[in-house]
């Protein structure tokens, strides 16, 4: 007999879900994630723009959807289709009514996916639009730390003292750069999993009021829904995960990981 799966908590405080990629999942209509988030207390939904493919995708979900948000934004994974067609169309819409950050960009040096010249480039482009529009940043680093900060420092006097380096895996240098810069630091499903000892160091040494929570659906599902689509209903499971792992009563990570997100994405609301 299989054991059955705990069912998802709920809890009385909303939840800001700060990063998925709602035009990926597959399992479910939409309308159906978002119902099953919103009986969990997810307030609100910031769905990832990745490439040129899904910028426009992104602009639709958040136009469309009241609890939903986007960014505009093009993955160190889809670099090489980066030109100055795609940059004035995140620059265009940087500032759209529903759109909260440019992101998800950065550096991908584990895959490869694309040349890492051309990788720095883009970052750089993007982190300038950042600067241009004020928007915050939504920041993906894989195995490629040294270079992060290097290209974050050139824009240090002129980015928004908002942002976060999402899903983060990186070591412990990238953390205290990013964090001393007054950003915050992602984490999701990664920190339920059993070899994740590292990650689950770098949220022991960041402090409260500079943690996300985002579940990278439909990637990255948390135990223990594990071998299902991720989906925002499960952002509850990382809650709870922060809350032990930083021995925090879970009321306290809900409200200060709550006002975090609105500090990073929803500054006048």
Not at 22 to 36: F, G, S, V, W
Not at 40 to 55: D, G, R, Y
Not at 109 to 129: M, S
Not at 183 to 211: H, S, Y
């Given at each position: 007999?299989?054991?059955?799966?705990?069912?998802?908590?709920?809890?009385?405080?909303?939840?800001?879900?700060?990063?998925?990629?709602?035009?990926?999942?597959?399992?479910?209509?939409?309308?159906?994630?978002?119902?099953?988030?919103?009986?969990?207390?997810?307030?609100?939904?910031?769905?990832?723009?990745?490439?040129?493919?899904?910028?426009?995708?992104?602009?639709?979900?958040?136009?469309?959807?009241?609890?939903?948000?986007?960014?505009?934004?093009?993955?160190?994974?889809?670099?090489?289709?980066?030109?100055?067609?795609?940059?004035?169309?995140?620059r265009?819409?940087?500032?759209?009514?529903?759109?909260?950050?440019?992101?998800?960009?950065?550096?991908?040096?584990?895959?490869?996916?694309?040349d890492?010249?051309?990788?720095?480039?883009?970052?750089?482009?993007?982190?300038?639009?950042?600067?241009?529009?004020?928007?915050?940043?939504?920041?993906?680093?894989r195995?490629?730390?040294?270079?992060?900060?290097?290209?974050?420092?050139?824009?240090?006097?002129?980015l928004?003292?908002?942002?976060?380096?999402?899903?983060?895996?990186s070591?412990?240098?990238?953390?205290?750069?990013?964090?001393?810069?007054?950003?915050?630091?992602?984490?999701?499903?990664?920190?339920?999993?059993?070899?994740?000892?590292?990650?689950?160091?770098?949220?022991?040494?960041?402090?409260?009021?500079?943690?996300?929570?985002?579940?990278d659906?439909?990637?990255?599902?948390?135990?223990?829904?594990?071998?299902?689509?991720?989906?925002?209903?499960y952002?509850?499971?990382?809650?709870?995960?922060?809350?032990?792992?930083?021995?925090?009563?879970?009321?306290?990570?809900?409200?200060?990981?709550?006002?975090?997100?609105?500090?990073?994405?929803?500054?006048?609301?």
């Amino acid at each position: 007999m299989s054991k059955k799966r705990r069912e998802i908590p709920v809890f009385d405080h909303p939840i800001i879900e700060t990063h998925c990629h709602l035009d990926y999942l597959k399992d479910r209509p939409l309308e159906e994630t978002l119902a099953q988030s919103r009986q969990v207390n997810i307030e609100k939904v910031i769905t990832i723009a990745v490439s040129p493919n899904n910028l426009a995708a992104v602009r639709e979900l958040a136009a469309n959807t009241s609890c939903v948000y986007g960014t505009q934004g093009i993955h160190p994974h889809e670099a090489e289709s980066y030109n100055d067609a795609v940059d004035q169309e995140i620059r265009q819409h940087a500032t759209d009514e529903k759109i909260v950050a440019v992101g998800e960009i950065g550096l991908d040096f584990f895959y490869d996916n694309a040349d890492r010249d051309v990788q720095r480039e883009v970052f750089r482009r993007q982190l300038q639009i950042a600067c241009d529009t004020d928007r915050p940043v939504v920041i993906h680093s894989r195995d490629a730390d040294d270079d992060t900060i290097a290209i974050l420092k050139e824009f240090e006097n002129s980015l928004a003292r908002r942002g976060v380096i999402h899903s983060f895996t990186s070591g412990p240098g990238l953390a205290r750069y990013v964090l001393d810069q007054g950003w915050c630091l992602g984490f999701n499903g990664i920190t339920t999993f059993n070899k994740a000892e590292n990650v689950r160091d770098i949220v022991r040494m960041t402090p409260i009021d500079q943690i996300l929570l985002e579940t990278d659906a439909p990637f990255l599902t948390p135990v223990p829904y594990r071998g299902r689509e991720n989906a925002p209903c499960y952002l509850p499971f990382i809650a709870e995960k922060i809350a032990e792992i930083k021995n925090l009563p879970l009321d306290q990570v809900l409200s200060q990981t709550y006002q975090n997100s609105l500090r990073t994405f929803f500054p006048q609301r």
